[in-house]
């Protein structure tokens, strides 16, 4: 059965079922699927299914499990499906566990996971056509369903595979008798055939936000905080996500120079270390100079406004704002996968006039009243007539105090910072990050903790730097009057291999394992598939309004406005349809019809030299009177092939033993 013989019998499947009322009764008639059509439905739900997974409760999936198992089991021993009685109180019990589980039950994921529920519940439900249609129904929405969650190549994978399968699906149910391969090959067209529609919505139709991102609805993903304590960073660290991928004009700064940066610490409570509240403005406090870096930075979500940069970059910046502490932040929390074009200079001079802003200095020297003496006595002891020497006594002091670095320092004591500096002497990148800012405060000079990232792969395949929350950093700023805030990364005296190489270049042990140099050539394996997925993100993923703009206007279109975007798809599918109604048009009588409707023809055609041939508005039961009349002697035989033809014709789609047999039986007329 070709394409054209399926959009003949598409509408049965779809409709049909409602019409198959038993004489006296009012409801539909028990439909009993065929095993290998209960299959295809069961992988259709699978398919569906499986890429749920990650934000699905165990319970949920277990659940899911078990029913998918039951109710293979019935289709496979021809069982019917369980008294109506048993999915209510499931139905029931699931929705108070998705409530007491996700602490809500209206959301994005609550109601895709009760949803994915439904779909598995419904499956045991199966008795007539219209409780298929909901199972069809109800993978097509869940398959969209997954792209609120991710929309990563895999993703889109995924659902392509499970949109076939379920196609094929529909055409086990119109047509049985059809062969596995014709199954995936009519799926697969019907798929082609919806391309040029989605191509034409998927560029013209109006960018918008998406409205499932809202905060109410989000959980937060792994990634830099607004807090630091000792812990934090190298917690972050074992973890291989990506973070963010970077495409540069022109070649990179040097592994020492990228220090990605985010969240600016600087109120210190004795333990914890947290941002202070400044408002954020259109344009960055400072006045771009020196070496510039153009580059485009695809940011993974986050749910945080965070939007790490390499100092120091220029504005404005679309949907970016800049605060007093030059930290990059997205207008709105970054709950899906975002690309930025921006532009750092590195050499810029910052803070110069931060004397204007008492208030940040002196935030920048506050410290509890109490706690660390030794610390604060050794602050005394190398403070000197400037900063900048004191600053070089304190870096020297970490140089030579054999200190370790390590991803499993040891339990520190309340006095966390003495703790540290003359017991315990080994610790990561945030405990020499605020151990040195505590000094250098305690000497009465401005300082502050910097949290971000250093460093970043290198991708062989496409030149892309792809920065993990494994590449997860801390480090320290101080303020000079004639200089403003410079950078200053203790770490980089006790590890440089840590800011030259990365972390594997830093530590022996306890590395995550694509870290291992044993697992380099998986690492290579990734750069593979990521550069095909940067290239998805950039040409699909992060297809937005700026980038829509600039494609209409690629082709003369200005004045871009949504309404307009709106109005030309609308065009653009409007000739669409018309051409697919002019092909099909043109294509009706080239003799690709579905099997029954061809042996009917040879019939009629059989009849014609008789002055017999069926009338296109004729039905098969009127020609049988017709012929009859007309052929007394073969009215038996006529008739009966007509009958035969009427019920293959109008009830469920026929076997294609029983098509044959019709052929064989018009074969074997024999008229006088």
Not at 194 to 211: A, D, E, N, S, Y
Not at 373 to 402: D, H, M, N, S, Y
């Amino acid at each position: 059965m070709g394409v054209k013989g399926l959009s003949a019998r598409l509408p049965g499947i779809l409709f049909r079922g409602r019409d198959r009322i038993s004489p006296g009764r009012a409801k539909p008639v028990v439909l009993s699927l065929r095993r290998d059509q209960g299959i295809w439905l069961l992988a259709a739900a699978a398919l569906t299914f499986v890429p749920h997974l990650p934000k699905l409760p165990a319970w949920v999936i277990a659940l899911c499990v078990a029913l998918l198992i039951w109710r293979s089991w019935c289709f496979w021993h021809g069982k019917a499906a369980p008294a109506r009685w048993v999915l209510p109180p499931l139905v029931l019990a699931v929705a108070v566990g998705i409530r007491l589980d996700l602490g809500q039950f209206f959301g994005k994921t609550p109601g895709l996971v009760f949803l994915v529920t439904l779909l598995c519940l419904k499956l045991l439900e199966i008795r007539n056509m219209r409780d298929i249609r909901v199972v069809v129904l109800l993978c097509f929405f869940l398959q969209f369903g997954l792209f609120f969650n991710d929309q990563s190549l895999p993703a889109a994978s995924l659902v392509l595979v499970a949109l076939l399968v379920t196609l094929g699906s529909q055409v086990a149910l119109a047509d049985p008798s059809s062969s596995t391969r014709e199954r995936f090959r009519i799926g697969a067209a019907l798929l082609a055939l919806g391309l040029p529609f989605m191509l034409v919505l998927f560029l013209l139709f109006p960018r918008i936000p998406p409205l499932w991102g809202i905060p109410a609805d989000t959980v937060a993903s792994t990634g830099l905080s607004d807090s630091m304590s000792p812990g934090t960073i190298s917690e972050l660290i074992l973890s291989d996500e990506l973070a963010f991928t970077v495409e540069f004009d022109g070649p990179p700064p040097a592994p020492a120079d990228r220090y990605w940066r985010g969240p600016v610490l600087s109120q210190f409570d004795g333990r914890i270390w947290r941002m202070a509240v400044r408002q954020p403005k259109d344009f960055p406090p400072y006045t771009p100079s020196g070496r510039r870096f153009d580059y485009r930075i695809m940011l993974e979500p986050h749910q945080k406004h965070w939007l790490p940069a390499l100092d120091y970059p220029a504005g404005p910046v679309e949907g970016v704002r800049f605060s007093l502490d030059f930290q990059t932040l997205t207008q709105h929390p970054v709950s899906h996968r975002r690309r930025f074009a921006l532009s750092s200079f590195p050499d810029t001079q910052v803070g110069l006039k931060e004397y204007q802003y008492p208030a940040m200095l002196d935030l920048a020297r506050r410290l509890p009243m109490q706690g660390n003496p030794r610390a604060r006595a050794l602050a005394a002891e190398l403070k000197t007539r400037t900063p900048q020497q004191t600053v070089g006594r304190i870096l020297g002091w970490f140089a030579e105090g054999q200190f370790v670095y390590t991803l499993q320092p040891p339990k520190l004591e309340e006095n966390s910072i003495d703790s540290f500096l003359f017991d315990t002497r080994a610790g990561f990148c945030e405990h020499f990050a605020e151990a040195f800012v505590f000094l250098a405060r305690a000497a009465d000079i401005p300082a502050r903790v910097v949290t971000g990232y250093q460093g970043g792969h290198l991708n062989s395949i496409n030149g892309t730097i792809s920065v993990r929350q494994s590449d997860a950093h801390a480090w320290g700023e101080v303020w000079y009057a004639k200089h403003g805030w410079i950078r200053v990364d203790p770490t980089a005296l006790v590890a440089p291999m840590r800011i030259d190489q990365g972390l594997e270049g830093a530590l022996d042990g306890g590395l995550p394992f694509m870290l291992r140099p044993e697992n380099s050539w998986l690492r290579q394996a990734r750069d593979g598939w990521e550069a095909v997925a940067t290239r998805w993100n950039r040409l699909v993923v992060a297809y937005d309004g700026s980038q829509q703009r600039d494609l209409l206007k690629s082709f003369g279109l200005e004045g871009f406005s949504p309404l307009k975007a709106l109005g030309g798809a609308s065009i653009a599918i409007a000739i669409l349809m018309a051409a697919f109604y002019g092909w099909a048009q043109l294509c009706r009588d080239d003799g690709r019809r579905d099997p029954l409707d061809k042996i009917w023809a040879r019939f009629s055609a059989r009849l014609a030299p008789f002055g017999l041939a069926r009338t296109p508005a004729e039905g098969p039961l009127d020609y049988a009177r017709r012929l009859a009349s007309a052929r007394p002697v073969d009215a038996d035989a006529l008739t009966l092939i007509c009958t035969r033809y009427a019920c293959l014709r109008y009830r469920l789609p026929p076997l294609r033993a029983e098509v044959d047999a019709l052929a064989r039986a018009i074969a074997a007329l024999s008229l006088r």
